[in-house]
């Protein structure tokens, strides 16, 4: 994670804090997926779910 | 209603009086407006007001019907919206400083819709900066304040819609909902807000907060009124490709079903957020009342939500970063919390926002075998907790931790509802020792916004909190 690397730049103590929000966020989302998703599982089902359970 | 401040008067009697020939849309518009002399002042809902071209609206839709002609159920009824949906032509700001002068250069379809309805606008309405906020500040146009009580929040994102609708400046409103941004307004300032499923309504020309996420809906003083102008909204657009095609029900002509026979599952959820003794009774109280009226009311066991917090959170954040790039790489001028809130959706691998995008459908599988098992609809609070000062959560000014903690907290049982997809309507429950709205969430199946509709109709049918009028 480099200031360089994308969209707008940013000092050392908020590159920091950042780093720590980020790594929060990608360990839930990565864990989260390593518990439900698989291969087959794309974006688009979550509209095909609830045009199938609609009442 | 020659004797009754017709601005007093819900939508639906509003309209149905002009339709009928006892009452003019000149007249409604001109009773708004003196209600806007009066509380534009304590509220600051306004950020545009439109007067003489909506007395040349109103004028020409007295005419229409002079002439026999009642363009649709919301004819000659004065609305004014969120200061985020397109009028072409004309400035929308976003309750942004980047935009203060921008034109916008196509009509969002609610609105729309909403002209062909027959609706008389009478402006638009502050919000928090590009619809990123729970609590109504705004640093580029000051804070929106609660009709109840000056020094408290009305709630955000779309503050001015919850005030203005409140305190009886206009007859219903747009607002907008990402994590709460309709709910959180119609509870904390005492009137109704739906967060329809997603895709029943167009988001097209509406200012995004995250494409995935975001959902266009009223806000209003009564369930019926609500159902009516959701009836206009609803339905598919081909300028967003997100809507669905599913037919529209006549929502109004099923309000009248009552709740007898109904499965409510009650949801105090201790586990997710703290819950102020208060709110709690309220919403347990609002339960006790569905059960009198014939419904079956069981405890529901809600999910889980700390995984779906986070995968909303890596959602909205990269949406929101890649929309603001230029303006955030140009350090255009937003409030700290607003760009802060973003920044971190430019250091979030793209995998890990399409797995959080993956896991919708599972999330939303989850909720409806768990808390919507064997049950028509989960009632839960809106807001956990009584209705905070404009002071107390500024974070632009103090930003300590506290604060902060307690602006995150205020969307807790809102949010998960946007990333569920599910509809959620939000209804006046009750008032807190300060005298500020509590409101109730109604959670149902997808497209089953009929349904919610229903019970809210019956609770307000048994109850007054909506007829309450802040002084």
Same mark, same amino acid.
């Given at each position: 994670m480099t200031p360089e690397f994308d969209g707008p730049t940013f000092d050392d103590k908020r590159l920091a804090e950042l780093k720590e929000e980020v790594e929060i966020l990608c360990k839930a989302v990565l864990d989260a997926s390593r518990a439900r998703l698989a291969f087959d599982d794309e974006p688009a089902a979550f509209a095909s779910l609830l045009a199938r359970e609609a009442k | 209603m020659s004797d009754v401040d017709p601005a007093l008067a819900d939508l639906c009697t509003t309209a149905d009086a002009i339709a009928a020939g006892r009452l003019t849309s000149v007249q409604a518009v001109e009773a708004c407006l003196v209600r806007i002399e009066a509380w534009q002042p304590r509220t600051n809902a306004f950020l545009r007001l439109g007067r003489e071209k909506a007395l040349d609206q109103a004028r020409a839709m007295d005419r229409e019907i002079a002439a026999g002609r009642r363009r649709g159920p919301l004819h000659g009824v004065p609305m004014a919206h969120k200061d985020m949906y397109y009028r072409k032509g004309e400035i929308s700001t976003g309750g942004s400083a980047i935009r203060r002068d921008w034109v916008a250069p196509v009509t969002a379809t609610a609105l729309q819709k909403l002209d062909a309805a027959g609706v008389v606008e009478l402006g638009f309405l502050n919000m928090a900066e590009f619809a990123a906020g729970p609590t109504g500040h705004n640093v580029h146009y000051g804070p929106c304040r609660n009709p109840w009580?000056?020094?408290?929040?009305?709630?955000?994102?779309?503050?001015?819609?919850?005030?203005?609708v409140a305190a009886?400046?206009?007859?219903?409103?747009?607002?907008?909902? @990402?994590?709460?941004?309709?709910?959180?307004?119609?509870?904390?300032?005492?009137?109704?807000?739906?967060?329809?499923? +997603?895709?029943?309504?167009?988001?097209?020309?509406?200012?995004?907060?995250?494409?995935?996420?975001?959902?266009?809906?009223?806000? @209003?003083?009564?369930?019926?009124?609500?159902?009516?102008? /959701?009836?206009?909204?609803?339905?598919?657009?081909?300028?967003?490709?997100? @809507?669905?095609?599913?037919?529209?029900?006549? +929502?109004?002509? /099923?309000?009248?079903?009552?709740?007898?026979? /109904?499965?409510?599952g009650l949801a105090l959820p201790e586990a997710l957020v703290p819950l102020d003794p208060q709110v709690g009774a309220a919403v347990q109280a609002a339960a006790d009342m569905l059960g009198r009226l014939g419904a079956r009311v069981v405890p529901a066991r809600l999910p889980d939500f700390t995984a779906l917090y986070r995968a909303a959170e890596v959602i909205v954040k990269c949406e929101a970063a890649a929309m603001h790039r230029p303006w955030m790489e140009a350090d255009a001028p937003y409030a700290n919390q607003v760009r802060s809130r973003a920044e971190a959706g430019y250091f979030i691998p793209a995998t890990h926002y399409i797995d959080a995008l993956r896991l919708r459908a599972h999330f939303t599988r989850e909720f409806l075998d768990t808390a919507m098992a064997g049950v028509d609809a989960v009632l839960l609070p809106a807001i956990p907790f009584p209705i905070p000062t404009i002071a107390e959560t500024d974070v632009e000014a103090s930003g300590g931790p506290a604060t902060l903690k307690m602006v995150a907290s205020f969307t807790g049982l809102t949010r998960p509802f946007n990333t569920l997809g599910l509809p959620a309507l939000s209804v006046p429950c009750g008032f807190d020792t300060n005298g500020a709205p509590i409101g109730l969430q109604l959670v149902g199946r997808p497209f089953d916004e009929a349904l919610l509709y229903r019970v809210g109709h019956a609770y307000q049918g048994a109850t007054d909190h909506h007829r309450r009028v802040p002084t």
């Open positions: - | 009580d000056p020094t408290r929040v009305t709630g955000g994102s779309s503050s001015g819609s919850g005030a203005a009886r400046m206009i007859h219903g409103a747009l607002g907008s909902d @990402t994590g709460g941004s309709i709910r959180l307004p119609a509870s904390a300032c005492g009137v109704v807000g739906m967060k329809a499923t +997603y895709g029943r309504v167009s988001r097209a020309g509406a200012v995004a907060r995250s494409w995935s996420l975001d959902h266009v809906g009223p806000l @209003t003083r009564t369930v019926r009124d609500n159902a009516r102008m /959701l009836g206009v909204l609803a339905g598919p657009d081909p300028d967003d490709s997100t @809507t669905s095609e599913r037919p529209v029900p006549d +929502y109004e002509a /099923l309000l009248a079903g009552g709740v007898a026979g /109904l499965a409510i």
